[in-house]
């Protein structure tokens, strides 16, 4: 049923107009026990959530209504390997690519074991070529998840990566771009990894191009040695050149590829066992979400709370602050999860939805962010929910910096809720400002993991509730389609049937 038709809804409803009133320092002196029971452990991560605009109430009604939506039977089907991608007729398993080898029955025995057989043969590859020194530089050339992903994980484990190797991401059609990489680089100690589910994606079709007329202008005539594709598509990797290939299968969305072959920077970095372990954490992650009762499902929890806030009361952003330079491409990689999944203006069936769905997803490390931007989430006229994530126990030895990280972190949760009633006018803290603490003891291939199979767990949920689909993305098809055309036209200078503004924009660009 969709979510606005059941009867949690209405009740929902008239809670958050009870609501109004709620006042979290209020809240915890009447519950001695909200710290606790507002708290989850799932694996490898701890969740505060009881600094959020929630009660135990709140919690009982968003239950109800996942029951009354489906959500269970949604993610089982997930689960089963069920087409839920229904707008393209495609089942949703990149949970499947972190599947413990042999240990399903059934329809879904034979996918597991080819899983397996290109994860084998991806990590053998990349332990050949840690052993060869001769390589010095990895680029991948991929947009999308077919570099968020990569980057952000890559950026993340560094202190797990093999000295000696450097790793660049080129997205950008901008030539900019790969101009400036190249500029640093070595034809004959240089591997390209183009990665791209498609093999179609302009952006990426242009700078493999551009990198392969480089390579072969510099010398390089090896391209099977220093040229692999990832992709679901070898046909078209063939085709450009490229017999070295890693597949991967239409059922993992762009967005949820770091699992597959599209990994294999990670794997180059980390090696086989960590990206071995990466898996493990993320599979850990998928068991608590198809397990652990709804009240204490961590995907299950945040993902409720991303619907509580966006329909009921109304925050229509959501502000990312991981307290870890490491993980400071994790707002990037979090906003397309987010908002490529859940920014949809109509439900599964096509119809027009009246209630809102994916929030702004925005955000930078702290403590960064704290010197930017936000002046305006302590003292601005908008409520944005924050996501904190720390991590315990640093990864260097340098005195002091990881006390005073950690302990800004805490102090900043604190602030936003508490403010500061002493003082009027320009020095007054409303507080009252929720947020979110996630917390890992460590920073490693599998809490990392553990942490991305959540965020894409809970995309899950809230979109299931939505009554939306999570897995498709007809909103990037538009401007590909109009930028092909605007660029027949800047060649041609045929500005017939423009708006006048488009017209005037090409006129002025081609002058
Ligand atoms: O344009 C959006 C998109 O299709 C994303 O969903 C995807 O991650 C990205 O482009 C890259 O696509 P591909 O891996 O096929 O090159």
Same mark, same amino acid.
């Given at each position: 049923?969709?979510?606005?038709q059941?009867a949690?809804?209405?009740?929902?409803?008239h809670h958050?107009?009870?609501?109004?009133?709620f006042?979290l320092?209020?809240?915890f002196?009447?519950?001695?026990?909200r710290a606790?029971?507002?708290?989850?452990?799932?694996?490898y991560?701890?969740?505060?959530?009881?600094?959020?605009?929630?009660?135990?109430?709140?919690?009982v009604?968003?239950q109800?209504?996942?029951q009354?939506?489906?959500?269970?039977?949604?993610?089982?089907?997930?689960?089963?390997?069920?087409?839920?991608?229904?707008s393209?007729?495609r089942a949703?398993?990149?949970?499947?690519?972190r599947?413990?080898?042999g240990?399903?029955?059934?329809?879904l025995a034979?996918? @597991? #074991?080819? $899983?397996?057989?290109t !994860? &084998? =043969?991806?990590?053998a590859?990349?332990?050949?070529?840690?052993?060869?020194a001769?390589i010095?530089?990895?680029?991948?050339?991929g947009i999308?998840?077919s570099?968020?992903g990569p980057?952000m994980a890559?950026?993340?484990?560094?202190?797990?990566?093999?000295?000696?190797?450097?790793?660049h991401?080129v997205?950008n059609?901008d030539?900019?771009? @790969? #101009?400036? $990489?190249?500029k640093? !680089? &070595? =034809?004959?100690?240089?591997?390209?990894l183009?990665?791209?589910?498609t093999?179609?994606?302009?952006e990426?079709?242009?700078n493999?191009?551009?990198?392969?007329?480089w390579?072969?202008?510099q010398?390089?005539n090896d391209?099977?040695r220093?040229?692999?594709a990832l992709t679901?598509?070898?046909a078209a990797?063939?085709e450009?050149g490229?017999?070295?290939?890693?597949g991967?299968?239409d059922?993992?969305g762009?967005?949820?590829?770091l699992?597959s072959?599209i990994?294999?920077?990670?794997?180059i970095?980390?090696?086989a066992?960590?990206?071995?372990?990466?898996?493990?954490?993320a599979h850990?992650m998928?068991q608590?979400?198809?397990?652990?009762?709804?009240g204490?499902n961590l995907?299950?929890?945040l993902?409720?709370?991303?619907?509580?806030?966006?329909?009921?009361?109304h925050?229509t952003?959501?502000?990312?602050?991981?307290?870890?330079?490491?993980?400071?491409?994790?707002?990037?990689?979090?906003?397309?999860l987010?908002?490529?999944s859940?920014?949809k203006r109509v439900?599964?069936?096509g119809?027009a939805l009246n209630?809102?769905t994916?929030?702004v997803l925005?955000g930078?490390?702290?403590?960064n962010?704290?010197h930017?931007?936000?002046?305006?989430?302590?003292?601005?006229?908008?409520?944005?929910?924050m996501?904190?994530m720390?991590v315990k126990?640093?990864?260097?030895?340098?005195?002091d910096?990881?006390?005073?990280?950690?302990?800004n972190?805490?102090a900043?949760?604190q602030?936003?809720?508490?403010?500061?009633?002493?003082?009027?006018?320009?020095?007054?803290?409303?507080?009252?400002?929720?947020s979110?603490?996630?917390?890992l003891d460590?920073?490693?291939?599998?809490s990392?993991?553990?942490l991305i199979?959540?965020?894409?767990?809970r995309?899950?949920?809230s979109g299931?509730v939505w009554?939306?689909n999570s897995?498709?993305?007809?909103?990037?098809?538009l401007?590909?389609?109009l930028?092909?055309?605007i660029?027949?036209?800047?060649v041609?200078g045929?500005?017939?049937?423009?708006d006048a503004?488009?017209?005037s924009?090409?006129?002025?660009?081609?002058?």
């Amino acid at each position: 049923m969709r979510c606005d038709q059941t009867a949690a809804w209405k009740h929902l409803q008239h809670h958050a107009q009870a609501f109004q009133g709620f006042d979290l320092r209020a809240a915890f002196t009447a519950d001695a026990g909200r710290a606790e029971s507002l708290s989850q452990t799932a694996p490898y991560v701890f969740a505060d959530l009881s600094k959020n605009h929630v009660d135990a109430a709140t919690e009982v009604l968003l239950q109800a209504l996942a029951q009354q939506t489906g959500l269970e039977a949604h993610r089982d089907a997930m689960f089963r390997g069920e087409h839920i991608n229904v707008s393209e007729d495609r089942a949703v398993m990149h949970w499947l690519l972190r599947q413990p080898a042999g240990s399903l029955n059934g329809d879904l025995a034979a996918p @597991l #074991a080819q $899983v397996h057989d290109t !994860l &084998n =043969a991806m990590l053998a590859y990349a332990e050949a070529l840690r052993a060869d020194a001769q390589i010095t530089d990895v680029v991948n050339i991929g947009i999308g998840g077919s570099d968020l992903g990569p980057q952000m994980a890559v950026l993340a484990l560094h202190d797990y990566a093999l000295p000696g190797k450097r790793f660049h991401f080129v997205s950008n059609v901008d030539g900019h771009e @790969l #101009a400036g $990489v190249l500029k640093g !680089l &070595n =034809a004959e100690s240089t591997l390209f990894l183009i990665a791209s589910k498609t093999f179609t994606t302009i952006e990426t079709m242009t700078n493999a191009h551009s990198a392969l007329q480089w390579f072969k202008a510099q010398g390089g005539n090896d391209v099977a040695r220093h040229f692999a594709a990832l992709t679901t598509n070898v046909a078209a990797a063939a085709e450009f050149g490229i017999s070295t290939t890693f597949g991967f299968w239409d059922w993992v969305g762009g967005r949820y590829s770091l699992w597959s072959a599209i990994g294999l920077p990670v794997a180059i970095a980390i090696g086989a066992a960590g990206f071995k372990d990466l898996l493990a954490g993320a599979h850990a992650m998928d068991q608590h979400f198809q397990t652990a009762p709804l009240g204490q499902n961590l995907p299950v929890r945040l993902g409720l709370l991303d619907v509580w806030y966006r329909n009921f009361l109304h925050y229509t952003s959501r502000s990312i602050a991981p307290y870890h330079s490491a993980l400071r491409r994790l707002p990037a990689y979090l906003q397309q999860l987010e908002m490529e999944s859940n920014g949809k203006r109509v439900d599964r069936n096509g119809q027009a939805l009246n209630y809102g769905t994916s929030p702004v997803l925005w955000g930078e490390p702290g403590t960064n962010g704290q010197h930017a931007y936000f002046q305006m989430l302590h003292q601005g006229t908008d409520i944005v929910p924050m996501e904190f994530m720390a991590v315990k126990t640093p990864t260097h030895n340098l005195k002091d910096h990881h006390e005073l990280l950690l302990a800004n972190v805490i102090a900043q949760a604190q602030a936003l809720m508490l403010g500061k009633q002493d003082a009027g006018g320009h020095r007054h803290f409303t507080g009252n400002r929720p947020s979110t603490f996630l917390l890992l003891d460590e920073l490693t291939p599998t809490s990392l993991g553990a942490l991305i199979a959540l965020q894409e767990h809970r995309v899950f949920v809230s979109g299931s509730v939505w009554g939306i689909n999570s897995f498709d993305q007809w909103g990037v098809e538009l401007g590909k389609v109009l930028a092909k055309d605007i660029h027949a036209r800047m060649v041609s200078g045929d500005a017939a049937g423009l708006d006048a503004s488009t017209a005037s924009l090409l006129r002025r660009i081609r002058a």
